[in-house]
């Protein structure tokens, strides 16, 4: 047998991908699962942005483009930042990507050197500590707390820094928890990030789905100083329901980029041409659908956060955006099933799965085993049915 890359040492499957994948082959053995597994929205792709793709074929738009993505497209996010962001870039400082994953994953491989830190406060997106691995770097988790909304305060952010910190991970709406920065929050995570010399990584694919009014604001907008030291990384797959097309892109000082455009140039070459085409058409074309889905969702949100709520040992809060609740499941540890007891958060993802036909995602990869990570982007039916199953599931505990 060969030995693998030491590099590789401990690496797993993505536990987001993994859930999914188990929930999916369940259902195809003919088992009734309900699944809170991936965040993948359950909306079809819109119409226009399926005739854009369609049309890309047609119009033999079906060979490599330019490897860090079409002028159009470019284009298309530079207005986007422009419009939404108050943001001013060029051609080359941003690169197309083959999903908002692949964005990041150039990123890590392009700035981290064997020591150097990355904070990532937690709970934070499975993927984040692997691929900074993986670049060769070091992640630096800053545990946030729930009663302070998971954000990580100016103090526990200065606290993690020492000269080996080479950057920090900002991802607001936050996946796996909801949560968002406020403008005052980011203007003093920013100043601590510019002090200390710091690149600031900010996670931006939820921008689009928050509630109630909450205003997400870009790091990169709060100052020209905080812009020339930010990456900002977004892309179409949650705002467009667009998640099989494969599109990211980042946004940054233009030697990041040019590195990153080089490694995607050494190794996937262009995102695929076809959504490319999609994509400009859903960044520039009419947005109205996003509204649909945001009215969508508040509701759905409010109607998980409420259920959870309602189930003796889980309790819930409210998050500002993204389409994720994690709710708090520790009163359950300990209460057994046929004499096993529930020890953690993937013993009981485990139990919801198996014995409930539940799909959940165990907190534990997400940094806090305290906790599940539900998505609900998925039909207000399922998320009923699916809650009312969990109760009883809970109660099955004893
Ligand atoms: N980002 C989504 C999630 O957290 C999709 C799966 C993945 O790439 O992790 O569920």
Redesign the pocket.
Known sequence: MIKLSDRLAGLEE?V??AI?AKARAMKAEGRDVIGF????PDFDTPENIKEAGIKAIRDGHTKYTAVGGINELKDAIIGKFNKENSLAYTRDEILVSCGG?HSIFNLFQAILNPGDEVIIPAPY???YPVMVALGGGTPKVVHTKESDGFRMSPEAFRAAINPRTKAVVINSPS??TGAAYTEKELVKIAEIALENGLLIISDEIYERLSYDGFKVTSIASLSEEAKKSTVVLNGVSKTYSM?GWRIGYAAGPKNIIKAMTNIQSQSTSNPTSISQWAAVEAISGPQTEIDKMVAEFVKRRDSIVAGLNAIDGISCIKPQGAFYVFPNVSKLFGRKYKGSPIKGSVDLATYLIDEAGIAV?PGEPFGDDNFIRL?YATSMDHIVKGVKRIGEAVKELK
Do not use: H
């Open positions: 993505s987001t991908l999914t597994g991936a965040g993948e994953k997106w499975v993927s996946n796996p998640t995602v998505s």
